[in-house]
């Protein structure tokens, strides 16, 4: 079973549930895109309510390179 926190990650991605599942239990380095993924989603939720104008274009902008990198690697599987 995975972590409540991955829940979020197979909701995004319901078509590669079993794909996410299989990497997050062997693939160490999509474990670490996942981690800073969901890391970049949390810390913009609470900017987004401070209004801190550059640093969430940045976080966006992050979030976004971070997952084309997710989909790409689960395109690779």
Same mark, same amino acid.
């Given at each position: 079973m995975l ?12 078509d *590669? ?12 380095t999509f474990q !670490?895109i996942v981690e800073?993924y +969901?890391f970049?989603?949390?810390e ?7 209004? *801190?104008?550059s ?6 902008q992050?979030i976004?390179d971070?997952? !084309?990198?997710?989909l790409?690697? +689960?395109?690779?599987?």
């Open positions: 972590p409540d926190s991955y829940i979020e990650l197979i909701t995004e991605f319901p *590669s549930k079993k794909k996410i599942e299989w990497l997050l239990r062997f693939d160490e !670490e800073d +969901l970049c989603k949390q913009l939720k609470k900017l987004s309510t401070t209004k *801190s104008g640093i969430t274009t940045k976080y966006a992050t976004q971070l997952k !084309e990198e997710l790409a690697r +689960l395109e690779q599987t």
